[in-house]
Structure formats: structure tokens, C-alpha cells
């Protein structure tokens, strides 16, 4: 049930784009991302609903295919402070329980 | 507009011993959910709760877990007679609404059981 996501780790270099997939076997309402960094609380970065509306906060961008009940998140141009471990938060039709993903963990190098 | 806030930040207990976790979320949100992350794992939903309601516990363990968000205070979530296995972070996060927005985490509290 928990979705899965892949890569499960990536290593990147300053300015290099990268893609963390986001896949789950239920039909889906909602897709959140958040980035957590180590011994930190979750930070909300992108939620896209079923229709295709989208809110975020940073130059962060990401799809949602309701069809095939999937996400990607896309980071460009990465910077040093987009290393962290990256959860997608799908939410279920017709529930008001979130499920996270099993996670992304992005290292970004100088 | 102070965010979400749990305490304690890190609790150490003994086996057999209690457990209670607060969460205050942010003002004006009156939907509070509860997970729980091991070390190097990701965020397991444990329950959702309204003001003065249980909405879905169904990631809670049927014993020794219980929460509530009583009309006037934080949400508190209770672990009786913790054992090792109970040791973990626990994040509560709050949102406006009951789905489509996002939610605010607050910093954890980090159990450890000894």
C-alpha cells in the first residue's frame, strides 16, 4: 500500500537536474512532496490534486498522472541545499489518511 | 503566526513507563495528524484527529497508543508502558482543511526508551 519511489538515492553535482518518481497501486486523490533533512521535521514543497491543480513554494515543479496513479518530482539547476531525503504523500480517494512513500535520498555535491 | 509546536523535544522513559507527546498546531488549523519515523525510514501515518474527534487511527496500534485534541489545548498522544520498540521521532503536522493543503510539521519529539 505504502507508494513507491525511485531512485531510491542519487548523487548529483551543483547545477545538475535529477527526477525522483513517485508510484502507488491506489487511486489517488492527491500527491504531496516534502524534502527532510536530517534530524529535521518535513518541509512541504509541492502538492498536486486530481484535475490538475498545483501549489508550491519554490522553482520546484512536478507532474501527477491520475491514470497511472503517479508522480515525479522534478529538481534543475540543484543546489547544495536540496540535499535531503525527498517523500511523496499520496493521499487515497474517498480517505483522510496520508501514506508516505518509501523515500529519495539526494546528495548534492560541490 | 508561531507554527506548529510539539514538547518535549526528546523524552527518555523506561521500560513500563508512560509516554505523553503534545502538539499545538498552528493557529486557526483544527486538523492535527500523528506519525511516527524510525531511524533511516520514512513517516508512518498513525492517526488523524478533529477537534474533540477521532477521525482514523488506523495506523495506531490497538494497545498501549491513544490521542486526543480536546476542545481547548494540544492534541496528546499517550503510549503506556513503552518499550524499546517505541522509541522513534514522532511529528505531528496540522493543516486548514481536512484534504488538498498542505501540512505543517511540527519539529518531532524524539523518544527513546531505555
Known amino acids: 500500500q505504502q507508494p513507491v519511489q525511485s531512485p531510491q538515492a542519487v548523487i548529483l553535482r551543483e547545477g545538475e537536474d535529477a527526477v525522483i518518481n513517485c508510484s502507488s497501486s491506489?487511486?489517488?486523490?492527491?500527491v504531496h512532496w516534502y524534502r527532510q533533512k536530517h534530524g529535521e521535521a518535513p518541509v512541504f514543497l509541492m502538492i498536486?490534486?486530481?484535475?490538475?491543480e498545483q501549489k508550491g513554494h519554490e522553482k520546484i515543479s512536478a507532474s501527477f498522472n491520475e491514470k497511472k496513479q503517479q508522480s515525479s518530482l522534478y529538481l534543475t539547476a540543484s543546489q547544495l541545499s536540496y540535499s535531503g531525503t525527498y517523500f511523496c504523500?499520496?493521499?487515497?480517494?474517498?480517505?483522510?489518511?496520508?501514506?508516505f512513500g518509501t523515500g529519495t535520498r539526494l546528495k548534492v555535491l560541490a | 503566526n508561531a507554527g506548529v509546536m510539539q514538547n518535549p523535544r526528546h523524552l527518555v522513559r523506561r521500560r513500563g513507563q508512560e509516554a505523553r507527546l503534545r502538539c499545538s498546531p498552528m493557529?486557526?488549523?483544527?486538523?492535527v495528524y500523528w506519525y511516527r519515523q524510525l531511524p533511516e525510514e520514512g513517516l508512518k501515518f498513525m492517526v488523524y484527529?478533529?477537534?474533540?474527534?477521532?477521525?482514523?487511527e488506523s495506523g495506531m496500534p490497538k494497545e498501549r497508543f491513544s490521542a486526543e485534541f480536546p476542545k481547548e489545548g494540544p492534541s496528546i498522544l499517550r503510549i503506556q508502558q513503552v518499550v524499546r520498540g517505541d522509541s522513534a521521532a514522532y511529528f505531528c503536522?496540522?493543516?486548514?482543511?481536512?484534504?488538498?493543503?498542505?501540512?505543517?510539521f511540527g519539529p518531532g519529539t524524539r523518544l527513546t526508551v531505555l
Open positions: 503536522a496540522s493543516s486548514p482543511t481536512t484534504s488538498g493543503d498542505e501540512q505543517f
Open positions: 491506489k487511486a489517488l486523490y492527491s
Open positions: 498536486l490534486l486530481k484535475g490538475g
Open positions: 504523500g499520496t493521499e487515497m480517494s474517498g480517505t483522510y489518511k496520508y501514506i
Open positions: 493557529k486557526g488549523h483544527s486538523h
Open positions: 484527529l478533529q477537534k474533540e474527534n477521532i477521525i482514523d
